[in-house]
């Protein structure tokens, strides 16, 4: 005969739903906070880019549960994973860059809240307040890096962010909303962009015709300036007349005429200017 199995009695039972009451799981006491991370509003180019976005910042948005040793996590999900994403429980299970290609999903640019102030720059400038996510190509490669990249998204998405507040142990203390699906720009693939000109509009035909004739002109007026520049080296400017070859301009002297007559009467010897030979006749 075997013994009887002891059952709780009611006063544990209701010791138990009393403690759950007081006591509630961590995942219920997460605070949700109503806030909806977004694109930043501030005008500038690039907000999205092919692999990178730009958020604003959570100014005073997480100030209420945080602590001084608190932390500010963004959540980047593709938008169909967004669901399957929980928070971590302890810095070790903080997801990395490398699981959003095999789970659809990672944690980066972990923030204090010395990092988000709540005054607004003043002119901006400089001190734009925005998180730029994607922006660091290069730290894949660095071994100091710590884990949690900022590398440049694989694909257009499109994404989906949460920020998330986490404690020093690594548990959660506050989320926000999942954002409005994000997608990035896409660029053209070098076979599909059409470089027939029927489909161009009047103006850029005409605009287009006027420079390649510009072009042109200048082109010939630098083989023009080039041909007499090269051609003053090779074929110098003619000499002057007096130093031309053939042309030599000297003074022409006139010889004495001696009649025949007076040179047959000379004898040898008497010729003028020169002494007569001697004799040699004793």
Not at 98 to 105: C, K, M, N
Not at 165 to 175: H, I, K, T, V
Request: aromatic share 8%; proline share 12%.
């Amino acid at each position: 005969m075997g013994l009887r199995q002891r059952q709780p009695g009611p006063s544990l039972l209701l010791l138990l739903l009393v403690g759950t009451l007081i006591w509630p799981l961590p995942c219920m006491s997460l605070k949700l906070i109503p806030y909806t991370p977004q694109i930043t509003a501030w005008d500038l180019e690039g907000k999205v880019t092919a692999t990178t976005f730009s958020l604003e910042q959570p100014r005073c948005v997480l100030d209420g549960p945080a602590s001084v040793a608190s932390t500010v996590w963004l959540v980047v999900t593709f938008s169909n994973a967004s669901k399957d994403f929980h928070n971590p429980q302890t810095l070790a299970e903080i997801p990395a860059f490398p699981r959003l290609l095999t789970d659809g999903y990672y944690m980066t640019l972990p923030l204090s809240l010395d990092q988000l102030p709540c005054e607004d720059p003043e002119g901006g400038g400089r001190s734009i307040p925005l998180l730029r996510v994607g922006n660091d190509p290069g730290c894949l490669a660095d071994f100091y890096e710590p884990p949690y990249c900022n590398n440049p998204l694989p694909s257009p998405g499109p994404y989906r962010v949460k920020f998330l507040l986490m404690d020093a142990r690594g548990s959660p203390q506050a989320e926000t909303r999942w954002s409005d699906p994000i997608t990035l720009h896409q660029g053209k693939a070098p076979g599909s962009i059409d470089t027939w000109p029927g489909l161009r509009s009047g103006d850029m035909i005409i605009i287009t015709s006027i420079l390649s004739s510009l072009a042109g002109l200048l082109l010939l007026a630098f083989l023009a300036a080039s041909t007499v520049h090269f051609s003053s080296l090779w074929w110098p400017e003619e000499a002057p007349e007096q130093l031309r070859i053939g042309s030599f301009m000297g003074k022409r002297y006139m010889t004495h005429h001696i009649p025949p007559s007076e040179a047959a009467t000379l004898p040898v010897g008497c010729e003028p200017g020169l002494d007569p030979l001697p004799s040699l006749s004793p």
